[in-house]
């Protein structure tokens, strides 16, 4: 496996497998390698994404992986280590040791979903615990809505779940209960206010049934809402020295993403993101959509660089040519 191809593409989701054929029917050698976490293997299907709807995430990843074979990519199962800078390109280290050179490095591992410390909520993550109403709130519409209070944006969230049932209630869990404003605008959409701290998950056979407070009382829900912090999934850029920054919503940190340019291309030249790993609001369509314009970018990137290199190597074939005739 020690060999260099045009582009090693580091994730195998939406965003890396969109890249990679794009690359790929590009005719450029290209590999993606992938470590088999994906966000979203919870979830059902995926939503949002024209002309798929409610495919399920493991069928998209592999129509994904089938493409980019047939246009003679090649995939990998593997978890990049590091990467450091080799040349004029970049050594990449697998586990277990394989070795990999790539000209150019499109990373798009995205980002972990961290969520509140409450006991149960990351076992029915992606099911009936869930965060996006454009992802899931189709699926729970006119159902009993739980938010689940985490920061001054639970009161947003709570007005964008409203929209989809008027079974909506606020739990205020460990944060203080709204002010005299966002009191009236929750009772102005009739968004009930449980106070207290949510203890857990109230689960018979496999289904939620509510949340049990501290106090003891359950309240009655179909599903629970949460706001993650999202975190990216960063390990492989910091070992090149790229960092991530804060991402901020109503001047509150809600995760972390890798700063990049329109088109992914990060502070070190050679290497691009795309994907959740570089902005925390993309779904998968705007994941694929931004994978595409990385492997555009990085095969125009490619092309500059041969096109130099084939000047430079002409004007010398012309120079011997004149000295000969000379």
Request: aromatic share 4%; glycine share 14%.
């Amino acid at each position: 496996m020690d060999r260099t191809y045009d582009v090693v593409v580091v994730g195998g989701g939406a965003a890396g497998l969109s890249g990679a054929v794009a690359l790929a029917r590009s005719r450029r050698s290209v590999l993606v390698v992938d470590a088999g976490q994906p966000r979203n293997a919870p979830a059902d299907g995926v939503h949002n994404y024209l002309g798929r709807e409610g495919t399920p995430p493991g069928e998209l990843a592999a129509a994904g992986r089938a493409e980019l074979t047939g246009y003679g990519g090649e995939f990998l199962a593997g978890r990049v280590e590091t990467a450091a800078r080799d040349g004029d390109g970049f050594r990449l280290t697998l586990d277990g040791g394989v070795e990999l050179r790539a000209r150019r490095l499109l990373v798009t591992t995205g980002l972990v979903d961290e969520l509140p410390d409450v006991p149960g909520l990351a076992q029915r993550w992606g099911r009936d615990v869930l965060h996006c109403p454009y992802c899931h709130g189709w699926e729970m519409r006119d159902r009993r809505i739980g938010v689940l209070a985490t920061s001054p944006m639970s009161l947003h969230q709570a007005s964008l779940w409203r929209q989809l049932s008027a079974q909506v209630m606020l739990l205020t869990h460990e944060t203080p209960e709204p002010d005299a404003a966002g009191a009236e605008q929750l009772a102005a959409r009739g968004i009930a206010v449980v106070p207290g701290r949510v203890a857990g998950l109230e689960v018979t056979g496999d289904t939620l049934t509510g949340v049990r407070l501290a106090s003891g009382e359950t309240v009655a829900l179909d599903a629970v809402v949460v706001a993650p912090r999202f975190t990216a999934r960063g390990g492989v850029l910091e070992t090149l020295g790229i960092k991530p920054v804060d991402v901020e919503m109503a001047g509150h940190v809600v995760g972390s993403q890798i700063p990049a340019g329109p088109d992914g291309a990060t502070s070190v030249p050679g290497v691009w993101v795309a994907g959740n790993v570089a902005d925390v609001r993309a779904q998968v369509i705007s994941s694929a959509a931004a994978g595409l314009m990385a492997g555009a970018a990085i095969n125009a990137d490619l092309v500059a660089e041969e096109t130099r290199h084939a000047v430079e190597a002409y004007r010398e074939e012309v120079r011997t040519r004149s000295s000969e005739a000379g």
